[in-house]
């Protein structure tokens, strides 16, 4: 990044200026430690009972449904249909409902890039530091429901995992490591791997939070992963993105350095290219679409020009919308 500064502008560029850009790449412990305010003004932390449309939405689409058997009870308009059971409504000849003793807890887990190529923006903010907003916004809000919130932080050579835990100094850990700017330039850990080894590491029935931009991501990989720990595990993929991701800014001729080394040189203003490029873009998203969609999992974006709590209460939205219609 400094080099590329440096080329850019030779004769601007000091170490305030260095410094300044490297705070812009990495977001703010204390501007994360606030987002918990920020979760219970938007309502996915609701401090007290009252009914408001927002409040409670983090519980009403995430909260598990507990394990132990309580009783069965005649249905009632929008019980969800799949916990019907079918015995005794064969028996009593009319809709009978399995009632489960609600969780108290779960595990939380976010799963986040920090990986260098985060490191990029075009418009209000950088990758690196919406994907650590939205992890703190779930992790105040699982927080805030008694949830055990753990950590996997990958995109460096060694990912970092962090143990399911209730106490909010556990939570800070994560988001400290959140600010930490990215300096390993050895081969990173991809996500494949990494959710492997998080498949290893956590208790069954997890929560898991996958927040990232997928670029970097072999889809093919990733869904046989995935496939495995569904079986065991509730998951959300959370894709970050930027309007660079799929519109190629007409700049001229830009010189581009692989991790490898090669150099590569594109004439942006081509008009053919920006077709080609926005293709393969939505080319790879519609084939991350239809894998999730195939292994039932959650997936929305977060864009780094949207206001990161809007995005995030769309994205629940959105879910909660998927379960009615599926009812």
């Known amino acids: ?150 950590g996997l932080l990958f995109g460096q050579q060694t990912p970092k995992f962090f143990r399911p835990n209730r106490s909010q100094r556990s939570l800070g850990q994560i988001l400290r490591n959140l600010t930490i700017p990215p300096n390993d330039k050895k081969t990173a850990t991809t996500l494949e791997k990494t959710l492997q080894i998080l498949n290893r590491s956590s208790g069954t029935g997890s929560l898991l939070f996958v927040i990232t931009d997928f670029n970097q991501t072999d889809i093919l990989a990733l869904q046989r992963i995935l496939s495995q720990i569904r079986q065991h595990h509730e998951i959300v993929l959370i894709n970050i993105d930027d309007p660079a991701d799929y519109n190629l800014p007409k700049v001229g001729q830009v010189g581009f350095v692989a991790s490898d080394g090669t150099e590569v040189y594109i004439d942006t203003d081509n008009k053919a290219g920006q077709i080609a490029y926005r293709k393969k873009w939505e080319d790879k998203q519609q084939v991350l679409k239809q894998m999730t969609q195939g292994l039932f999992i959650d997936l929305f974006s977060i864009s780094t020009q949207d206001n990161v709590y809007n995005g995030l209460l769309k994205g629940l939205q959105q879910r909660v919308q998927k379960r009615r219609t599926h009812r």
């Open 1 to 150: 990044m400094t080099i590329a500064l440096k080329k850019a502008f030779p004769r601007t560029l000091n170490k305030f200026n260095i410094w300044y850009v490297q705070t812009m790449l990495t977001p703010q412990f204390k501007e994360l430690l606030e987002l918990r305010y920020q979760a219970y003004s938007i309502g996915l932390v609701s401090s007290q009972r009252t009914q408001t449309p927002l409040s409670g939405l983090y519980a009403s689409v995430f909260r598990g449904q507990g394990m132990d058997f309580e009783e069965v009870r005649e249905y009632q308009h929008g019980d969800e249909v799949r916990n019907i059971d079918w015995r005794v409504t064969a028996r009593m000849n009319r809709p009978y409902l399995k009632i489960y003793r609600e969780e108290r807890e779960r595990s939380v887990i976010l799963c986040v890039d920090i990986g260098i190529q985060m490191q990029f923006g075009t418009c209000k903010t950088f990758k690196s530091v919406q994907a650590a907003k939205v992890a703190a916004l779930l992790g105040w809000s699982a927080y805030g429901h008694g949830d055990r919130v753990g």
